[in-house]
């Protein structure tokens, strides 16, 4: 096990007043411990839930994966209003977007001078229009950072499964990270090669997926144009896939990962391991932390005989606490309709699940609570009985990830009872108790190989039980 900077030096964590806040941070001097994530990685870690927009000619041919034969005059949102969209993600808390720019059917929502199959060919502003640059610009006006995902699997390019090929998806890159201001994500997903349409040659291509994008160079473009991008895939090399499109990360989940193949090799985009994903590595040797990308909705796109199937509120709140609650990130995707605007029903569930984010996170809040850290011990003080059914940690994750445990236990008449207990803490675990607890003290023992260093440790009343 290697351990960086001297994380063996015994050093304390030195409250001092200053320090102890109400259920705020609380700092200490000291070396890192194993892999820490890079800056980049940081404030990826603060965003937590951001929203997905899967949208392209499926949304009008009703298909999840589109052959690449599909006609771009079909592509035609006669209302496509993104500061609508940006509104409604906004009403679930989203801090960010990512948009499928080109998914695997190769249409592109930007007028790309790579191919034909754009919405220049399109009614869509009498082929004047920008899909991506009227979301980007309304992101950024709302507030919300932008991502891109571009799918390398193009099921319409005739150059497909040739070195051409990956000039052209290479230039794409280059389009989209150079004309549409900052973004903060950069998201390959792993379906690769099969059946399409390419070009009109209709047959089964099959590419190496080891070998064929050699993505060391695509990712070399991506630092270069934007710096501050994290780049997602299922082997990283910034964020990870989590190993399901659930939205589930594991009950123990590292940010810690070093992924393997599906043959026990080297890793690959589109070749990993998935069920090491939702786990992680304890102390590996990559800060790679994991993003659980779920869909509103059964499917990626819009179908109008799912609009009976949105998930509610209860169920966006269930997966933030076991996606962000675990100290992933929760990747929530709702798919314009072909209106171009989000349907009613997804936009009321967003709305009920961002009024109970701020009902248990801000309003329920519990205040006057005194966080004092000794150690592998922490303790949370009031002077009257205060009232909570959920509990906050966050580590000092810019140190490593310390903490392999914790026990929390309430002070009781009759001495220290526990309340809850779990494995990994990271950026964020909510533990949410079976009922609510009322008392006056909070013990959180916490076993480590390294000091731990709890950056916070919080109560709050969860507005609505499960
Ligand atoms: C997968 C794709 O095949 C799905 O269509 C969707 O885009 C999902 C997020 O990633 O790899």
Same mark, same amino acid.
Not at 26 to 52: D, I, M, N
Not at 88 to 107: N, Q
Not at 393 to 418: K, N, Y
């Given at each position: ?26 700092? @200490? ?97 009498? $082929?004047?229009? %920008? ?25 319409? @390019? ?76 299922? @082997?990283?090399? %910034? ?44 102390? $590996? ?7 659980? %990308? ?103 994750? @810019? ?35 079976? $009922? ?31």
């Amino acid at each position: 096990m290697a351990f960086a900077g001297g994380a063996r030096a015994r050093y304390c964590v030195r409250v001092r007043r200053r320090d102890i806040l109400l259920g705020g941070l609380v700092a @200490a001097p000291g070396a890192a411990y194993g892999a820490v994530p890079s800056a980049r990685q940081l404030k990826w870690h603060a965003l937590e839930t951001y929203a997905f927009l899967h949208f392209t000619t499926n949304t009008f041919t009703d298909k999840e994966w589109g052959y690449g034969d599909e006609d771009p005059a079909i592509f035609n949102p006669t209302q496509f209003d993104a500061g609508s969209i940006i509104a409604g993600l906004k009403g679930g808390g989203m801090k960010a977007v990512i948009l499928t720019c080109k998914h695997h059917d190769g249409f592109c929502l930007w007028p790309t001078r790579t191919t034909a199959h754009s919405v220049k060919h399109s009614p869509f502003r009498g $082929g004047k229009g %920008d899909v991506v640059k009227e979301l980007s610009e309304a992101a950024r006006r709302g507030g919300l950072k932008f991502g891109v995902y571009l799918s390398p699997w193009d099921r319409n @390019a005739a150059s497909y499964g040739s070195p051409e090929y990956i000039v052209m998806y290479r230039e794409q890159l280059r389009e989209l990270l150079t004309s549409y201001g900052e973004i903060f994500e950069v998201w390959h997903d792993g379906a690769n090669g099969g059946d399409g349409f390419y070009g009109g040659a209709r047959e089964r291509r099959k590419i190496d997926k080891k070998t064929y994008y050699d993505w060391p160079r695509t990712w070399d473009l991506v630092r270069k144009l934007q710096p501050d991008a994290v780049i997602f895939s299922d @082997a990283g090399p %910034d964020i990870r896939w989590v190993g399901n499109e659930k939205g589930i990360a594991g009950e123990t989940c590292w940010a810690t990962y070093d992924p393997v193949g599906e043959d026990g090799g080297p890793a690959s985009p589109g070749d990993v391991r998935a069920k090491d994903s939702q786990t992680g590595t304890r102390n $590996g040797k990559h800060w790679l932390p994991a993003e659980c %990308d779920v869909s509103i909705r059964p499917g990626w796109f819009w179908h109008e005989k799912e609009n009976s199937r949105v998930k509610t509120p209860d169920e966006l709140q269930d997966l933030y606490y076991k996606s962000v609650g675990r100290g992933a990130s929760f990747l929530l995707n709702v798919p314009p309709d072909r209106r171009g605007v989000l349907h009613e029903t997804d936009v009321a569930s967003l709305a009920g699940f961002g009024k109970r984010m701020r009902e248990t996170f801000t309003a329920g809040l519990v205040r006057d609570v005194k966080l004092t850290v000794r150690g592998h011990e922490a303790s949370l003080e009031s002077k009257r009985p205060v009232t909570f059914d959920v509990i906050r940690l966050r580590e000092d994750i @810019a140190r490593g990830q310390r903490i392999d445990s914790v026990l929390v236990e309430q002070a009781t008449e009759g001495g220290w009872a526990e309340i809850a207990r779990a494995t990994s803490v990271g950026n964020c675990r909510l533990l949410r108790l079976p $009922g609510e607890v009322t008392t006056t003290r909070v013990r959180i023992k916490m076993t480590a190989p390294a000091e731990p260093l709890l950056r916070e440790a919080a109560l709050f009343l969860q507005s609505a039980r499960m």
